[in-house]
């Protein structure tokens, strides 16, 4: 099986809710969005699998962990990850998935095996091909979207809010949209910058009004630091 691993984090508690989970970082992304803090897993390293390595990891913390994060970049973009989904499931662990809704038709396949989403929402869908440089990246998170709120899963949509392409009002636009498509569960991100040091838009952040407006529209709102 192949699968690229970039990274990984041994054990988290607030990336999978509800679960103790080691968090996968896997290498590859088509986007280029300005902000992103993982520009070194965008590309692929030419090497073998990493997937024995992996595994290995696991079976030393059976009992311990309950779940795995498959991460990125995108995971969505490697071939290897609906079989290391699918083991990893064998070997006991609860599995939630964070992707950018890059691949529709994928995500649409993996959802049944999945316990929980995470999916970005990064803009408005008409300014989606402006932020990540891909022409008709909205309309495939468009229908991410709606087939993770289709499917029934738990799931969290969150949007890191980077002042070059929002202002108060935008993040209320966008917030809008996702409450008339039925996003019940929402997080907005502070950005930083990409040695993760200083917080972007710590205004929108402390604006008080602007928050209990968007935890009004959302039973279930969280504001937190990407
Ligand atoms: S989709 Fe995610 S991983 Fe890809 S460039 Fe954008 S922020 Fe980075």
Redesign the pocket.
Known sequence: MQLNIGGLTAFTTIDFPGHLAAVVFLQG?A???P?????H??EVEDKGSDWEMLQDFLKERQGFLDGVVFS???PLLQSGLADAIVKVKEMGFNVALHT?G?NPRRLEKYLPMLDWVGL?IKTSFDKYAQL?GVKGSGDKVRESLKLLLESGIDYEVRTTVDPNFFTRDTVLELAEMLEETGVTHYALQQCRDVEGHQVKSPSLFNDRTLLAQLNSMFPGFTMRYS
Do not use: F, V
């Not at 902000?35 to 520009?39: A, E, F």
């Open positions: 992304c986007w280029r969005c902000y992103c803090h993982n520009p897993l965008l990125g970049g995108e950018a890059t970005d990540t």
